[in-house]
Structures are given as C-alpha cells and as structure tokens.
C-alpha cells in the first residue's frame, strides 16, 4: 500500500494513532512473557509489502544450518480456516497439516520450503512459543513479531521499504508505528526493490534517514530480492530470462503489486494484462475463468499457495541476495543460537 492510497482527512486520526501505538511501545516493551528459548523477532513498521517472508526464510536456514532447530512462529494472518489455539503447521521440515487454509499463505509457504524447521501458527504468540519449546524446538522466530510485544526476544530485526521515514499512521498511510520506533531494532534490513512506474529514483536518500534512527550499535544491512528460477505450468524450473519477450499477465494478490510488474519488465517480459487483488486475496474460480487464455500468466511464490494446484500459472521464485551487512547480521542471530544444543542425527 502506498502513501497515496489513504485519505488526507484521516491524518488527525493518524496521529492520534501513532501517538497510541507510541505509548504502548513505551509501557510494554521488554515486558512480555520471557520463555526459556532464545527468541528472535523478525517485523516491520507498514502493513505489508516490505519483505519480511524471506528474511524469515533466510534467518531460519541459517539456524538449519547451525543445527539449532528452529520454530517459527506466525499468527496466520487472513488464513480461511483459522483454528482454535495452537496449529502446528510442521516439525522440522515434515507438514503436519493437509490444507494451506489452516496455515496462511506466508506460513503455508515457509513450512513447504525449509528442510528442518518447525512452523506454527496462532493468535497468541506466547502459547505457541510454549507449544514449540515442547516440541524440542532450540530457539524461536517469530514472523511478523515487531508489534507483538507479549513475548520478549532477544533480537529485533525490522524489514523496511526505505520511505518509511515520510509515511503517516493508519489510517492516514500504512505505518503501524512511526519510524522512531526503530530505536527498539537490533538490526534493520532495507530491503531494496525494482522502481515501480509511480516511484521516484533511488530512494538511498530516504533509507538514510531510517538508518540515523537506529541505536547505537545497532545492524544496519541491505538486501534485495532476484529472481532466481521460474516454475512452469508444466512443473518444470527455468532460468528468469525465459520471460524475455513473453507475452505475460500479472496475476496477484500481494500489498504492492506494481513491484512485482517492475520485476517482470526488468526480466523483459511484455506484460499485456494485469489482475491483481489486495494483500492475500483468495482467487475464485469464475476470476480465473475470465483470465485471457492466450497469455502466461505469472504470479508469486506467496499467490502460488493460494491458487488450485491445476491452474496453469507460472511462479516467479526469488532469493534473498544481501549487498551490505549480510555477516554482521548473520554473526548476531548465530551468537544467540550459540548455547542450543545440536540436533541429534536421526
């Protein structure tokens, strides 16, 4: 969501807003529930779009690797059939449930695709850190955790889109706090995307900002999104450049859909259609009939879980390439798995 697409009449009620979610931070942070298991938080300031998945994504393959079994924990947010109290999704890389309506798209996406993580959902973060610690799990990540300050952690890691600096609090833009909240981060992420039509030029300037908000000490790194492979309708992966020349339609769901448009031109695709819907919409079947049949139709990894497996639609898979501070932030979360003991062969 953009700065443009909420009201100027708001803006008294943004502020307000923004003065409350200031107030809560300052009464209640670092005053959650603490759980035996480290706990890392991985978050942002807007309502959505910024890329907080893949760093979850990237910060648990790196406790995989360490050995340190880690479990995510996600509220499911918009999933089509939440279920009561705590969903585990799957344990270490094995899914526990048959639908992604129960899981989320997000959640649904991350138990698909790490190996040996365990991935839970729930409306309260605090039982499913509970469930986890149960489980075996060896330390905890909470996907989309900057606001949910019931439970404590030991690391803030705060994604941004690099304009945060110049929004406004719902509902007068898409800011959930204002961006002096960051001085709670541990580390922040910037994660840089393609300039979509309606955007200005390197916003480098305006990412500036955000760093001088950080603590001292504090992990400043930048990363970006590539695409890395596109899987076919057939099932088969290819490199990005099949796209060049293509003629293609857009077809998402997501917060920002004219950064993935700005991804398929940069990949040379010819786009000739767009349908795009708000942040996890659910495509129904008489949308997709009326689709253009003589187009690719292209989507996202994250619309992929959403839409019937036999609906022929390639997907655009990315990976999460770090420019800057890339070791630092990885030697933070490493340290605090440091103590976990391995997990044993089975």
Known sequence: MEADDFPRIAIPFGCIAAWGA????RTRAGRGTRVALPVISVGNLTVGGTGKTPVVRAVARWLEEAG???AILSRGYARPMPQPGVTRISHRGRIDVLRWEMAGDEPWM???TLRKSSVYVSADRVPA?????ADGAGILVLDDGFQHLGLRRDLDIVCLRGDEAGLRVLPAGPLRESASALKDAGAAVWIRAPLAPDEGDDPAKEASRLRGRLAPG???A???LEPERITLPDGTDAAPGQLKGRAV???CGIARPLRFAATLQGLGARIEAFHTRGDHHVFTPRELEMLREDLLWV?????AARLPASYPVAVVRSRLLFSEGEDELKRKVLDLAADVPAAEEP
């Not at 850190?129 to 610690?133: C, I, L, P």
């Open 129 to 133: 850190a509970f469930a986890a610690e």
């Open 110 to 112: 991350l138990a698909r």
């Open 218 to 220: 504090a992990i400043w």
């Open 22 to 25: 200031a107030w809560r931070r």
């Open 68 to 70: 340190a079994r880690p």
């Open 249 to 251: 339609g857009v077809l």
């Open 222 to 224: 930048v990363a970006g």
């Open 299 to 303: 989507t996202t990894e994250k619309d």
